[in-house]
């Protein structure tokens, strides 16, 4: 299963955003705008007003962001674990409605057709949550929403320990850059320090007994390794971690530091924004961040039946003379010794029969992707060679 994408936004969103923000911001500013607000989520010291941070969140890092919930909903879909019937959202860290509005617009073209009950947002800066209300507003009346989309309830949590218990359980949560982790500390404090945000803010709602709560960070080698070893960590019960993993053995990309688990999907911003990534040093092709999905339901959304195993690309392809590479995570077979590093899937050229419509390769593959592995093709050896056959797309 490819990463699923949403189509490109269309001109009206830019129109939408434009107004929600209230001001002109100058083609020369914006650029400088999101420059600093980029190192200051990465934890450098700027100085920004409200004015400022608005308009490059609402500019330039909603429409980009606002991807990164789309696949991993597409995966709950896929795997026919949401509920069927309107969703109570919650966004436990919803800043201007970036993954809100991701989420709403994937469910939509996903084909979740049961509507939304309710939205709440919590954010712990008013002035966010009015920029939120603004956004929502906007986008509603240019027609960029889902029809019928209620209007989020919008809850200011300056202490970030505001409870929810006593709410209906919702539906679907979404806990986005919650985390904030810190490159300046080592590893094991900073995991400590995340698991214990995270147990915290498991424990403010309560989820329904088939809904699913979506853990999004950065894909910044330390905010990636932060979420593979929560997916490790002792979670509050009754929850357990369903996505991206397709085992539940050791996490083979934690045993060495220079390796981390993100993903990569192929979504380009809008052209109007592609000067202001560039002036700001940032790309503008691809999106990248790391994500976990939480169940009740311990069974992993991606499934095979023997003799396949479920597996996901770790990597891009990596051509070389005669063959083509890429790293995958897999279980390997009941006995075989643990892996201390992701496999290393090699197709030869001269594997690959001609004509080669109907073949999978190597070489098409994307950072993220499932596919289902022959067994047989596990072996003890960290090194798979993928011959005709031997793997197949999940659909």
Avoid at 78 to 94: C, G, H, M, Q, Y
Avoid at 156 to 169: E, K, N, Q
Avoid at 180 to 202: G, H, I, K
Avoid at 327 to 340: I, Y
Wanted: aromatic content about 4%; glycine content about 4%; charged content about 20%.
């Amino acid at each position: 299963m490819k990463p699923y994408r949403l189509a490109p936004l269309p001109p009206t969103f830019e129109l939408a955003l434009a107004q929600a923000l209230e001001r002109t911001v100058s083609a020369s500013m914006l650029p400088k705008l999101v420059e600093r607000l980029s190192r200051k989520y990465n934890g450098e010291s700027q100085q920004l007003t409200h004015t400022e941070e608005l308009a490059a969140w609402i500019s330039f890092f909603l429409p980009r962001d606002l991807h990164k919930p789309v696949a991993p909903l597409a995966e709950l879909i896929a795997a026919d674990a949401l509920p069927k019937r309107p969703l109570r959202i919650l966004d436990l860290s919803a800043g201007v409605g970036t993954h809100l509005i991701g989420a709403l617009l994937a469910l939509e073209a996903l084909g979740h057709t049961h509507g939304i009950a309710s939205i709440t947002a919590v954010e712990p800066e008013s002035f966010a949550l009015d920029a939120l209300a603004r956004v929502f507003s906007s986008l509603a009346r240019h027609r960029c929403l889902p029809a019928r989309t209620p209007s989020p309830e919008r809850l200011h949590d300056p202490a970030r320990t505001l409870s929810l218990t006593a709410h209906a359980p919702f539906d679907l949560v979404l806990l986005c850059n919650t985390l904030t982790p810190d490159a300046s500390r080592d590893e094991e404090s900073q995991v400590l320090t995340s698991r214990e945000v995270l147990q915290q803010n498991l424990s403010r709602f309560r989820l329904s007994p088939d809904g699913a709560v979506l853990l999004i960070e950065p894909a910044t080698q330390h905010a990636a390794r932060t979420v593979q070893h929560l997916r490790t960590a002792a979670l509050t019960p009754p929850l357990h971690v369903v996505a991206p993993c397709t085992h539940r053995q050791q996490c083979p990309l934690l045993a060495r530091p220079r390796d981390w688990c993100h993903q990569d999907i192929a979504t380009d911003l809008p052209a109007w924004l592609i000067e202001t990534a560039r002036g700001a040093g940032l790309r503008f092709q691809g999106l990248s961040y790391a994500y976990l999905t939480l169940r009740h339901e311990p069974t992993l959304l991606t499934q095979t039946q023997a003799p396949w195993v479920p597996a996901r690309w770790v990597s891009a392809p990596r051509a070389s003379k005669g063959k083509t590479e890429a790293f995958l995570c897999a279980t390997r077979p009941d006995g075989a010794p643990a892996l201390t590093e992701p496999l290393r899937a090699m197709q030869l050229d001269r594997d690959i029969p001609r004509p080669a419509r109907d073949t999978p390769k190597v070489s098409e593959i994307t950072r993220g992707e499932t596919v289902a592995i022959a067994q047989e093709a596990l072996t003890e050896s960290p090194v798979v060679r993928l011959s005709p056959g031997s793997f197949v797309p999940i659909a």
